[in-house]
C-alpha cells in the first residue's frame, strides 16, 4: 500500500479557506485517494474520494494533479467544528482488500475564533 | 436508525484479565472491522472479516481474538497475552464494494490497570 506523507499540524481562522496536502509518491494505477475527519474520542468519518482531477462533495473539494503523486483536501470557509484530525488515505478501488485502510498520523487542524 | 453500536464506551480491567468488546452494526454491511488507536497516532487494523464465519488477521492480531457468528456482530476478545492493552478500540463496517468508506462505530477505551 501507498506511503502518505502529510503535515503534523495546521491552524487556521474561522471563514479561511484551509487547503491540507498530501504527498503520495508511490500510488499505484488502481488506487484511490481518501480523506477521512476524526474528533477526539470519535471513530472516524469518510469525507471524500477520488481518482484524479478534481471531486467536490457538500463537504470539501478533493484536488489531484495528473501524476497523481499528491493531492489536496480544500476545506472551505472552516468553523470551530472543523478542528480535527484528517487522515488522507491511498487503497486499492473495489475494496477487495480486506479493508486494508492505512491510517498514518493524519493532520491535526486547530480552527481558531 | 441504521449504525454500528460499541459497548462499554468505557471499560477497566486488571492485568491478566480477558476482556471482550462487542461491536454490532445494522446496516446490513458484509464486511467488519476492528483497529486500536493509541494517543497521538493513527488507527491500526487488528482483524477483519469480510464474511460471516470467515476473518483475517491484520498488522497487529497478536494478543486479540474475534468471531464471525452473525453478519451484525464481530466481538474482540483481547486476551492476557496482549501486552499492552490500554487503548482506544475502534469497530467499523463497509458494505460498499467499489468505494474505500468504512463507518465506524463511537469506540470503547479499555484501561487495564
Known amino acids: 500500500l501507498a506511503k502518505t506523507t502529510q503535515p503534523i499540524s495546521m491552524d487556521s481562522y474561522e471563514g479561511q479557506e484551509v487547503n491540507i496536502t498530501c504527498s503520495h509518491n508511490?500510488?499505484?494505477?488502481?488506487?484511490?485517494i481518501t480523506w477521512y475527519q476524526q474528533f477526539p474520542s470519535q471513530g472516524p468519518r469518510f469525507i471524500i474520494q477520488?481518482?484524479?482531477t478534481k471531486v467536490t462533495n457538500e463537504v470539501a473539494s478533493l484536488f489531484i494533479p495528473a501524476d497523481r503523486k499528491s493531492s489536496t483536501l480544500s476545506l472551505p470557509r472552516v468553523s470551530l467544528s472543523d478542528t480535527a484530525v484528517y487522515y488522507c488515505?491511498?487503497?486499492?478501488?473495489?475494496?477487495?482488500?480486506?479493508?486494508?485502510?492505512?491510517f498514518g498520523q493524519g493532520t491535526e487542524l486547530s480552527v481558531k475564533p | 436508525d441504521g449504525g454500528i453500536t460499541q459497548s462499554p464506551k468505557y471499560l477497566f480491567r486488571k492485568e491478566g484479565q480477558n476482556v471482550t468488546l462487542s461491536c454490532e452494526q445494522n446496516?446490513?454491511?458484509?464486511?467488519m472491522y476492528w483497529y486500536r488507536q493509541d494517543p497521538g497516532q493513527g488507527l491500526r487494523l487488528i482483524y477483519y472479516?469480510?464474511?460471516?464465519?470467515?476473518?483475517q488477521k491484520g498488522d497487529i492480531a497478536e494478543g486479540y481474538s474475534v468471531s464471525r457468528e452473525k453478519k451484525e456482530s464481530f466481538p474482540l476478545t483481547v486476551t492476557s497475552a496482549q501486552k499492552n492493552p490500554t487503548a482506544f478500540y475502534l469497530c467499523?463496517?463497509?458494505?460498499?464494494?467499489?468505494?474505500?468508506?468504512?463507518?465506524f462505530g463511537p469506540g470503547t477505551r479499555l484501561t487495564v490497570l
Open positions: 467499523a463496517s463497509s458494505g460498499t464494494p467499489l468505494l474505500n468508506e468504512q463507518f
Open positions: 508511490n500510488i499505484a494505477t488502481n488506487d484511490y
Open positions: 477520488g481518482y484524479k
Open positions: 488515505l491511498v487503497a486499492p478501488g473495489g475494496g477487495n482488500q480486506g479493508g486494508k485502510l492505512i
Open positions: 446496516l446490513n454491511h458484509d464486511a
Open positions: 472479516s469480510q464474511i460471516v464465519n470467515d476473518f
